[in-house]
């Protein structure tokens, strides 16, 4: 398993280094890992979501025992799902790889963020479909933009904030 994690982290650290040189100028390597790792799952996460509220669920309302769901709440949650651990994967292992946080105090720190961004992705669609009869998919992704930036900011200011002031500290000291 050791052997597939390694080769898997570095395959995906020599993918995103390989498009950073244009960018160089613009953003440190960190902000430049996080904006292609999350556009990444943020578009698998929207691929996903399509396909599901689409196809899987036909836009129809999923019933659970007395409760009945809106298909694009349902799509959305289906979607997160799958995209919480790859986001976490990456985030962990690509963007702020530096860490010495423990993985679990992480991943209760992320977890923190995503279930914020759980409600502001819940509260979004909500708004957005049924206040302003915006149709779903572009509902999700103008939710999935806003949501990114926050995410993007708690994330680096809270989750993974450790490994920066560690990181920091050590250039501070050379």
């Given at each position: 398993m050791q052997k597939?994690?390694?080769?898997?982290r570095s395959s995906i650290l020599k993918t995103v280094d390989t498009f950073y040189p244009p960018f160089r100028s613009i953003m440190p390597l960190q902000m430049f890992r996080y904006a292609?790792?999350?556009?990444?799952?943020?578009?698998f996460d929207i691929l996903?979501?399509?396909?599901?509220?689409?196809?899987?669920?036909?836009?129809q309302i999923v019933h659970i025992g007395p409760v009945a769901i809106s298909a694009y709440i349902f799509a959305f949650l289906v979607s997160f799902c799958i995209t919480f651990?790859?986001?976490?994967?990456?985030?962990?292992?690509?963007?702020?790889?530096?860490?010495?946080?423990?993985?679990?105090?992480?991943?209760?720190?992320?977890?923190?963020?995503?279930?914020?961004?759980?409600?502001l992705n819940y509260l979004f669609l909500k708004l957005f479909v049924e206040q302003f009869n915006w149709w779903p998919i572009v509902a999700k992704i103008v939710t999935s933009m806003i949501v990114v930036v926050f995410s993007y900011l708690t994330q680096r200011n809270f989750s993974f904030k450790a490994a920066e002031l560690k990181q920091a500290e050590s250039v501070e000291a050379e």
């Amino acid at each position: 398993m050791q052997k597939l994690h390694a080769f898997t982290r570095s395959s995906i650290l020599k993918t995103v280094d390989t498009f950073y040189p244009p960018f160089r100028s613009i953003m440190p390597l960190q902000m430049f890992r996080y904006a292609a790792c999350g556009g990444a799952n943020t578009a698998f996460d929207i691929l996903l979501y399509s396909f599901i509220y689409n196809f899987v669920l036909r836009r129809q309302i999923v019933h659970i025992g007395p409760v009945a769901i809106s298909a694009y709440i349902f799509a959305f949650l289906v979607s997160f799902c799958i995209t919480f651990p790859t986001g976490f994967y990456l985030s962990r292992y690509v963007v702020w790889q530096q860490t010495t946080t423990r993985k679990r105090v992480q991943l209760f720190r992320y977890f923190i963020i995503v279930s914020a961004c759980i409600v502001l992705n819940y509260l979004f669609l909500k708004l957005f479909v049924e206040q302003f009869n915006w149709w779903p998919i572009v509902a999700k992704i103008v939710t999935s933009m806003i949501v990114v930036v926050f995410s993007y900011l708690t994330q680096r200011n809270f989750s993974f904030k450790a490994a920066e002031l560690k990181q920091a500290e050590s250039v501070e000291a050379e």
